[in-house]
């Protein structure tokens, strides 16, 4: 069974998922290091600039896991995917840890900056939760056709018209 292709479109809510969260952390790791630049003498944390670089990679990785299918049709998509999912999935996790050992560390931490922090770790924790759920799917599905020779679509073998021998010849004529 391939998970993309199959009648929930499990995938395709997972990256919208992505997508979201990606925005809500730049949008709240935006709004600290402006705070910081602005409203104090001190540049914003590495950490707070991290997860700007997190989220905006992660844009930059859904954008590739989208369009590297089309410009290589030959390549199966779980080999194009899976590097960008797990290094995404690794970045997310970083940051997150980052950020969240950082918050731990400060004598105080009070106002909307640290309450828009402590939602940007937050939401850097769901990010790493998705991004590692569709490595893990990812190489599922890669684990599965390999295991099957290539991946099965609708009963064929994926790009060649062939059809299973398990299947009858009323199964293979539908």
Known sequence: MKLTNISFPLMLLIRVTQGVFALLVLILSGFVAHWYNSSTSLNSPAQINYLIFTAIWSFLSLASIQLLPRFLPRTPKSYLTLPFDAATAVFSFAG???????????????????HAAQADVAF???????????????????VRARRGGKAMEGGRMAGTGAVPMSMGTKEAAA
């Open 96 to 114: 997150f840890v980052a950020l969240a050992v950082f918050l731990q560390g400060l004598l105080f931490c009070r106002g909307a900056p640290c």
């Open 124 to 142: 850097a924790a769901f990010s790493f939760a998705t991004w590692a759920a569709s490595t893990a799917l990812t190489a599922l599905e890669m």
